[in-house]
Nanobody, 122 residues
Framework: QVQLKESGGGLVQAGGSLRLSCAAS????????MGWYRQAPGKQRELVAA???????NYADSVKGRFTISRDYAKKMVYLQMNSLKPEDTAAYYC????????????????WGQGTQVTVSS
């Protein structure tokens, strides 16, 4: 079983910055990709940013140039640096990880964290 734990959310004024962190733990053989999604009230969950083992990144158009995703492979962590925050960035942010479990059989996993709230005031 793989667990993800997010931290770093909070309340910030427009134009401010926050850094989200996510730690993966459990029976992990390898992590192929990690990412951040968000879901605002009444809206569908959407991809914010993702990063693969090879370091390839993918960003939603709405956050390009403002958000940066990074990984610490040794610590099994992923970060999201969010700058120039806007009220429309307000949402619950969820960490996601995909990989292979260490137990037998070595199945794939696709795990989610509980989410952390980011609120940007105008």
């Amino acid at each position: 079983q793989v667990q993800l734990k997010e931290s770093g959310g909070g309340l910030v004024q427009a134009g401010g910055s926050l850094r989200l962190s996510c730690a993966a733990s459990g029976s992990i053989f390898s992590i192929n990709a990690m990412g951040w999604y968000r879901q605002a009230p009444g809206k569908q969950r959407e991809l914010v940013a993702a990063i693969t083992t090879g370091g390839r990144t993918n960003y939603a158009d709405s956050v390009k140039g403002r958000f940066t995703i990074s990984r610490d492979y040794a610590k099994k962590m992923v970060y999201l640096q969010m700058n120039s925050l806007k009220p429309e960035d307000t949402a619950a942010y969820y960490c996601n990880a995909q990989g292979v479990v260490a137990s037998m059989p070595m199945n794939l996993f696709d795990s989610w964290g509980q989410g952390t709230q980011v609120t940007v005031s105008s």
